[in-house]
């Protein structure tokens, strides 16, 4: 089955920290991984895909296919950083993006 | 640009009754999905509509049931309704096939209280 697993509900880091956010996922075709970023008061929108081998605010994320991960990482957070963010994979030519459960990160001043 | 609309933003509902929710998708996106939040989980999938047909659908039973129209906009409606289904339901617009990036445009949700 298709499943998006990620391990923290809640990370806490203090501003100028580097910041790992996990994600594992379970799928066993060739997967399309988002995250997905929700601010306080905002709706929820795209951070970054892997496909764009982007980095975004300073968020990169690699797809790891050998640890079946995508974890998001910055080198130096940010107080605006803190939000909730959600790992998301879709199935190619299925069209459906499932979500992980969230993880609230906090970046404390 | 608005972006995706969605309304009731709240509502509250008796077991067994039955809710219809909307959505008008972002200008220019011909593809609505749906999505329930049920509180401290991610969104999980109902279902997509393309060209007025449910394209895909979730793991959800019957009681959802969705329409899109010609202009794109899109119904959920839930019959029967159990405690269970409080929820916070999202919906998402992005281009269909061709253009499919797989980025989502989220709605504000509508917040679904079962009693």
């Known amino acids: 089955a298709q499943r998006v697993t990620q391990p923290e509900k809640l990370l806490s880091v203090f501003k100028g920290a580097p910041v790992e956010l996990k994600c594992n996922y379970s799928?066993?075709?060739?997967?399309?991984l988002f995250w997905y970023v929700q601010y306080s008061r905002q709706r929820l929108q795209l951070l970054l895909r892997h496909i764009s081998r982007e980095s975004i605010k300073g968020f990169t994320a690699d797809l790891n296919k050998g640890e079946t991960s995508f974890h998001l990482k910055k080198p130096f957070a940010q107080e605006e950083d803190s939000a909730m963010y959600y790992c998301a994979l879709r199935i190619v030519n299925n069209n459906d993006m499932r979500f992980g459960a969230g993880t609230r990160l906090t970046v404390k001043p | 640009d608005a972006g995706v609309t969605q309304s009731p933003t709240h509502l509250i509902k008796t077991r067994g009754q039955q809710v219809t929710l909307r959505c008008s998708p972002k200008?220019?996106?011909?593809?609505v999905s749906w999505y329930q939040q049920a509180l401290g989980q991610g969104p999980q999938f109902i279902f997509q509509y393309y060209e007025e047909e449910e394209r895909q659908r979730g793991n959800f039973p019957d009681r959802f049931s969705g329409h899109q129209f010609p202009n794109y906009s899109s119904e959920l409606n839930v019959n029967a309704l159990l405690l269970g289904d409080s929820a916070l339901y999202l919906c998402?617009?992005?281009?269909?096939?061709?253009?499919?990036?797989?980025?989502?445009?989220f709605g504000e949700g509508s917040r679904l209280t079962v009693l």
């Open positions: 998402a617009s992005s281009l269909g096939r061709g253009a499919n990036t797989g980025e989502l445009f």
């Open positions: 799928y066993s075709g060739s997967p399309e």
């Open positions: 200008s220019g996106h011909d593809t």
